[in-house]
Structure formats: structure tokens, C-alpha cells
């Protein structure tokens, strides 16, 4: 699977836009783009995931470029229990498990 | 909605205990995986499974065995556990798709090993 890029950390003000970065420079043409998140002391939980398209469900929207050499996670209007790692990670078409990178740790602040 | 259970949140053992991590699941999912994960290294993937009786080894399976005997339980033991095992363990479970297959994760395990 190709690797992703995320900056370490982020600081967002509660009810602001939060935009999370992601490089994935190397995506190959049947990989997906997933984001999940880890609230502090829980297991990672599902976001959103697309292809090519820009997506959104009731969690967030997820911008992909149209390149698909990166994308961006937004959640509208952030709240305090938004603060997590949040996980981009892309994945080819196949039944292949997951792989985590490090994150982003999102802190949102009221 | 999907439900993961693991046995137990917190869980102290002994150096040299065999100790077995239990993970349910509720929705008749076909895959099932186990990852470690601590400060500093992310989430590590040890042993999956896609089928009742077939496991698959991960990237960090030294030390570890798993046991599918049930569709719905990933069973995972420590032969002999060691103090480099204390961790937190995470149960995942999923139904295959075409890159579109969603992991649903369990509340995770503690385990300190002394």
C-alpha cells in the first residue's frame, strides 16, 4: 500500500472548520483513501472513505485532488469531543487488512 | 450497528503466564484482526483471519498465536507472556468488499505484563 504523509499535529477552534491534511503522493490507480480516527482510550473509529470523487456523510467531507496525489478531511464545525488522532490511509482494492501511520493529533479548543 | 466486544478492558499478568485475549463480533463478519498499539509506534498489526480456521500472520506475530474456531471469535494468545508485551491490544473486525470494506474496532484491551 502506498504511503501517507500527515503533519503531527493541528489546533482548531471549536465550531471552526477543521482541515486535515494528507499526502499520498504515490496512490495508485485502484487504491482508496480512508480516514478513520482514535478518540483517547478507544478503538479507531470509521470516517469516510472515497476513490476519486469528493465524498461526504454526516461525519465530514473528504477532498480528493484531482491528481488523488492528497486530499483533505473537513469537519464543518469541530467540538471538543472532535479531539483525536485522526488516521489517513490509503488501500488497494483487495481484501488487504488496513495499515495505520501515525496520524494527526487534532485538538480542538473552546 | 456492528458491535466488537473484548473480554476484558484492563487485564495484569505475570511473566510466563500463557494469557488469552478474547474478541467477539456481531455481524457476521468474515474478517477479523488483531493489532497492538503504543506510544510512539502506532498501531501494529499481528495476526488476521478471513475465514473460520485460517489465520494469516501480520507484521509483529513473534510471540503471538491466534485461534478461529467461530466465525464471530479471534481468539489471541500469549504462549508465555513477557513485560516487552505490555500493551494495548485492538480487535477488528470486517466483511470483504472491493476496497470498500469498513474495519469496525473493539474498545481495545490494557494488558501490563509484571
Known amino acids: 500500500d502506498a504511503k501517507t504523509t500527515q503533519p503531527t499535529s493541528m489546533d482548531c477552534a471549536e465550531g471552526r472548520a477543521a482541515n486535515l491534511p494528507c499526502n499520498h503522493s504515490t496512490i495508485s490507480g485502484n487504491e482508496y483513501v480512508y480516514w478513520y480516527r482514535q478518540i483517547h482510550s478507544q478503538g479507531p473509529q470509521y470516517i469516510i472513505h472515497?476513490?476519486?470523487n469528493n465524498e461526504t456523510n454526516e461525519m465530514a467531507s473528504l477532498i480528493i485532488t484531482e491528481d488523488r496525489k492528497s486530499s483533505t478531511l473537513i469537519l464543518p464545525h469541530a467540538t471538543l469531543r472532535d479531539t483525536a488522532v485522526y488516521y489517513c490511509?490509503?488501500?488497494?482494492?483487495?481484501?488487504?487488512?488496513?495499515?495505520f501511520g501515525k496520524g494527526t493529533r487534532l485538538s480542538v479548543i473552546a | 450497528d456492528v458491535k466488537v466486544t473484548q473480554s476484558s478492558r484492563y487485564l495484569v499478568k505475570r511473566t510466563g503466564e500463557k494469557v488469552f485475549l478474547e474478541c467477539v463480533q456481531d455481524?457476521?463478519?468474515?474478517?477479523m484482526f488483531w493489532y497492538r498499539q503504543d506510544p510512539g509506534l502506532g498501531l501494529r498489526l499481528i495476526y488476521f483471519?478471513?475465514?473460520?480456521?485460517?489465520?494469516e500472520k501480520g507484521d509483529i506475530p513473534e510471540g503471538y498465536s491466534v485461534s478461529r474456531e467461530k466465525k464471530e471469535r479471534f481468539s489471541l494468545i500469549l504462549e508465555s507472556a513477557s513485560t516487552n508485551q505490555t500493551s494495548m491490544y485492538l480487535c477488528?473486525?470486517?466483511?470483504?468488499?472491493?476496497?470498500?470494506?469498513?474495519?469496525?474496532f473493539g474498545p481495545g484491551t490494557r494488558l501490563l505484563v509484571l
Open positions: 477488528a473486525s470486517s466483511s470483504p468488499g472491493q476496497g470498500t470494506e469498513t474495519q469496525y
Open positions: 455481524m457476521d463478519h468474515e474478517n
Open positions: 483471519s478471513y475465514d473460520v480456521k485460517m489465520k
Open positions: 472515497g476513490l476519486k
Open positions: 490511509i490509503v488501500r488497494n482494492s483487495g481484501n488487504t487488512p488496513l495499515v
